[in-house]
């Protein structure tokens, strides 16, 4: 087809990025304004970037240099300053376009796989004929260096890559297509699409269209998308040529160094990793006589240095030895032998692999390593083998407001982070998705796939009438980086003993030579001014952000494009001046507007990033990585290795951990004792176990430079129902504020200054994140914290509120109206969960606790708008009665997440204000669960899918979810609603709960001391003497038990040294349980929120 100059033109203004438009090359096309386009343009990239803030907009402008006016006239339409000069890739589209369609199907039709069809394939041939007519003339006679089954794999490569941009804008017109050649009766009635019937005759008269001069007319809609295919094949010329060059250059090296007669490439792998800059990634080939190499397009400094290492540790001969890798390195690339996924020959083979982990995890955790994630490791039969070393020595950023004292404390959680094993990235750890659910483990020794599920892009009936791109349910599949044995993937929790015996093999060998590894001649000395990589952003920011800006409705214009890849920006306007950093941004969108990943690099020696050779950014990160290095290797010692092994088990844990309510069967310790023949014990003895307790928390402090304390622990992710070991946040369920009221708590009970302090200590960065004034650092707190009375601001309030009494310090109930201020109409209309433990419910008792205390009628108004939230948020049930959809979308019962905790705060909420819907609103929640109650089970059903039976709800019995939860909401609000059928449901309950007993979980989420609890108000308010006594009993036998087998019980099936200091789900929660049983009358129910 003829393609004008006009038409390249044309496709080139449309096309244009905003940096372009605002440049030299471009000028508004004054015969075109398009006001309304202006104005729409304007708004969706005020939102985008600043979620339509008009201040954080212009912020964002400003810092550019640029003014409303200039920014606005280059929105709409816009003109080449001079038409003669046009961008190299219109010269490629040119070629395409004008090809001949039938040479190009002869010619390149041989990357075609009819086992594996390409949606829209056979129009992407002509493309990749031009290009690799373009690549033979760049490479020359090096074209014979690889085989023919090689070059269509090259070509593939590209016709996958053209698919990926091209497909979903092609079916969409394929689809209107369609649309248009259909007659009102196929419409009407769907003839023709019956699943199964696969005709293309629309398919195959869409492509001719497409052959015959439609292809053209897509391009000029789809302006972005015809740069961006011509730019890819570009790229790929100019990558794959330089790799042929290379390859030639190198050949006689690498036959020296692996083997001779290496014959042609014969094969080949391609994107092993992500494209950075211009298109370049990690190649694998496989020669004529079998030898396989990893080709890698940037220095190897780093795998020469790493494996030098290696090999110094394997002639000590005190350890297991390392599997080392023959590495070349040609400074601006390098080729590095290739390591195969193997098994392991037998059992002491896997732990051997174990152990080596355990060896690499130390050594990575003194080399600064990072990213170690799953694609990154290879388990070669009982070797562990890093195959990308180039985040070792990863520097560590400069934090733009480490001079404001918030904050520096917000980031002490951050720096513990960097400072553990837990940095490395080999250990067990999840991500999540945008909603905080959809947990997953890309670690390289916790990543073993097959366990998280996910929903991927699937095409159905490719290159027929019926094909679509629907989601389907996928699972991560397995990676190179699992041990197997006998064809079964193992789990590394069978085997964190054999990992920490290496860990501590390989610290205690570091210690050991300390002084030969410090001297200027030693194997570490070559890490000194290494070429290595700094991840800006995590790289999954920057797949999704080019993901969403590939969808159809952005490649029409590059203004459209622009915008949604200035998504960007939006992380640098939480600083209130330009950060010295800003630059990063325009060099970030330069990558992503030709499809690659970022890339930013450093010298290990220096302290400047060096984004390119014309652009250092001095000082910008703390310190040389080699200085840290250092640091790190002078400071080992006893006290850190015992730290370190406690975050690796934790770690490892949280990989099985599942969520409050752990349905698996556990296995039993009752470790001999008699609960009949236990003996009550005394108060002193109850407040001594508490004490105890405490002085644990004592020495597990981490202590700041400014006399602040945290700790570390399992923090628990509602969302998700999962557990992450973390330094302790903010809040009551696993924060340090529950943490400080247990503290509180004891010292009112002992009067002991050292547990006041300690308190006052854990709760200091807490005071001065709530006292800063700045209101868009206030709104990221209130976002970040939410609203909930578990671990949001409720719960902090809540927290603030007893600490303050306990110690009598009023100070605290001025921090606490602080937080209660951050929960705004804003903050409360964003809430989704509703519930006690993530929602509105939980907010409403954080609230009330503060009213009781200062008579604030503003908190109260508060309270009051959480509960008219809760009355518009509900959903009909089978049975007509309104309730909450809270988990999975579900009507739960219970008290953590379902209509009794919801009840029982609207029936706080009623007594307060004495505003009668609320009142109905809890009595029809409460008939809610009256209504799927079973006699049979004594309890209320658990609807969470993970606890279904055969598809019928299993019955759960703790404070969280089930019985217990359910009669302690029911006497929490028995003075304010007091009925037969509620007496009853107590009754049940508190039945329900005896008979259950004591089980292996100690702590109060979902173990003996919550439902202790439950019995205990069930005694105290119903004046029922024989459930006070049946407390004491299984109190005095719970801590008994710990007392011979060393610990309490946090965690199922779990050894017990895995320390949590959490309330809910930690040590703190049942030593302050321990004071409520020896001073039951003047420490309120915190499970009631009282």
Known sequence: MEVSRQDLIKIVEQASTLTERLGECFIPDESQTNEKLITSQWETWCQVVAQSNPEKFAKRLAWDGLDSKAVGSVLGSVRLVDPKQLPVWTETLREVLQSDWE???????????????????????????????????????????????????????????????????????????????????????????????????????????????????????????????????????????????????????????????????????????????????????TFASGLKLIYKPRSLGLEVTYFELLAWCNQQQVLLPFKLLKVIDCKTHGWMEFVEHLPCEDEAAVQRYYQRAGMLLCLLYVLQGNDCHDENLIASGEHPVLVDLETLLHPRAREVNATNEVGAQSLANEQFFEDSVLWTGLLPRWEFGADGGNAHDISGLGGAGGEIPFRMPKWQNINTDNMALEYEPGIMPPAANTPLLNDITLSPNDYVNELIDGFRQMYQFLSERREVL?????????????????????????????????????????????????????????????????????????????????YFVA?????????????????????????RMIRHLQRLNDADLAQQIAIIRGSFYSRVARGMTDTAPCTFVNAGLDLDATVHLTQLQLVHEAVEIAKELQQRAIQAADGSVTWIGMGYLPKAERMQLQPLGDGLYDGVCGVALFLAALAKVTDDTEFRDLALSALQPLRKTLQETDTSFQRRITKQMGISGSTGLGSIVYALVRVSQSLDEPELLNIASLAASLITQESIASDRSFDIIAGAAGAILGLLSFYQASSDPAVLDRATALGYHLLINRTKSNSGFRAWATLEGKLATGFSHGAAGIAYALLRLYKTTQETVFLEAAEEAIAYERSVFSPNAGNWPDVRSFTLEGGKPSFITNWCHGAPGIGLGRLGGLEILDTPEIRQEIAVALNTTQQFGLQNIDHLCCGNFGRMEVLLVGACKLSRPELWNTVQKQAAWVVARAKQVGTFYLFPELRGDIYN???????????????RLAYPESLPSVLLWE
Request: glycine share 4%; hydrophobic share 45%.
């Open 603 to 627: 010298d290990s020696s220096s302290d400047a990033l060096i984004v390119n050779p014309d652009l250092i950014i001095e000082g910008y990160f703390k310190e040389p990585s080699y200085n």
């Open 1061 to 1075: 200091p959490g309330f809910f789900q930690g040590t703190a929660g049942i030593g302050y349980e321990l004071l």
């Open 103 to 285: 040479t190009a199907d002869a010619d390149a039709s041989r990357c075609l796989d009819i086992e594996k069809p390409i949606p829209f394939e056979e129009v992407y041939l002509p493309f990749v004929y031009v290009a690799r007519q373009k690549l033979i003339a760049h490479v020359g006679a090096s074209w014979q260096l690889l085989s023919e089954a090689v070059h269509i794999s090259l070509e593939r490569q590209l016709l996958l890559q053209l698919a990926s941009l091209s497909a979903q804008p092609l079916q969409l017109e394929f689809s209107l297509f369609k649309a248009l050649k259909q007659s009102a009766f196929t419409l009407l009635w769907g003839g023709g699409q019956d699943i199964g019937f696969n005709s293309n005759k629309q398919y195959q008269t869409f492509v001719k269209d497409l052959k015959t001069g439609k292809l053209l007319s897509i391009f000029q809609k789809y302006n972005v998308l015809a740069r961006l295919v011509a730019t890819a094949m570009d790229l790929w010329v100019e990558e794959k040529a330089e790799f042929f060059h290379r390859l030639a250059l190198n050949l006689s090296t690498i036959q020296q160094n692996f083997q001779k007669d290496i014959g042609q490439v014969v094969a080949i792998q391609l994107n092993l990793s992500d494209l950075h800059n211009r298109g370049r990634s990690v190649i694998a080939l």
């Open 518 to 598: 410090l001297a200027t001649d030693s194997p570490i000395a070559a890490f000194a001014h290494q070429k290595v990589r700094f991840l800006f952003r995590p790289t999954q920011v920057y797949s999704h952000v080019l993901g969403k800006a590939l969808n159809p409705n952005y490649l029409r214009h590059g203004v459209d494009y622009s915008i949604e890849l200035d998504v960007l920006s939006r992380a640098f306007l939480a600083a209130d001046a330009k950060p010295p950093i800003w630059s990063l941004l325009a060099v970030e969108l330069q990558a992503l507007e030709q499809m690659d990943i970022p």
